[in-house]
């Protein structure tokens, strides 16, 4: 099995020095600093370079400037996704939006996650837990979601909140870490 594969199947994988996934960063890099460098009124060129920096796209959709993310392959947006300026996915596992979510500013999404033991994180090794977060899900700005987070339908993620665990559909959840605080009615 090589790196990528076993970065597609959650295994301990070396992203540093597999020259695979070295080039596939690099080009997604490029990909991003070309969309960031562009004007924001060149909306359609903006478009037209997300259609190739994303796996999946609806056709509704904004992605303020700046973005930044590593491969670009593994994120899928719903219909009708809106995020605000500096959004960071680190996606060598799979990060899927539903439809109508908005994001605030600054926030990250981390599909990334590094060994516990120092002998092993010190030898570059990583493993990725996707991230999946259902419809009309709104996040407020400087919010962190970690590594195998699922957020459901219809909620709410407070600002500045670390999302380290599920979060249930139709509730407000906030805190470091990120706690439900609210069921919501009528969702």
């Known amino acids: ?12 994988y070396d992203a540093n020095y597999d020259k695979e996934l070295a080039e596939e960063r690099i080009k997604c890099k490029n990909l991003c600093y070309e969309y960031n460098a562009l004007a924001p009124g060149e909306t359609e060129k903006r478009k037209e370079l997300i259609k190739k920096i994303l796996g999946s796209v609806r056709e509704n959709f904004l992605i303020e400037q700046s973005f930044q993310c ?3 392959y593994n994120i899928e947006i719903g219909e009708n996704f809106y995020s605000n300026h500096n959004l960071v996915i680190l996606d ?3 990060v899927t939006f539903g439809d109508n979510v908005f994001i605030g500013p600054n926030c990250g999404f981390y599909t990334a996650e590094h060994p516990l033991d120092a002998e092993t994180r ?5 493993t990725a837990k996707p991230i999946k977060v259902g419809n009309n899900v709104w996040f407020g700005g400087n919010v962190v979601v970690l590594p195998g987070v699922t957020i459901g339908d219809n909620t709410v993620i407070g600002a ?7 979060i249930p ?3 407000v ?3 470091n870490p990120c706690k439900v605080i609210k069921q919501l009615e009528n969702n």
């Open 1 to 12: 099995m090589n790196e990528k594969e076993k970065m597609q199947n959650g295994l301990l």
């Open 169 to 171: 559909s139709n509730v």
């Open 92 to 94: 060598p596992a799979k």
């Open 70 to 72: 590593d491969y670009g």
């Open 160 to 166: 500045g909140s670390v999302v380290t665990k599920n």
């Open 122 to 126: 010190n030898k570059g090794l990583e």
């Open 173 to 175: 959840a906030a805190g």
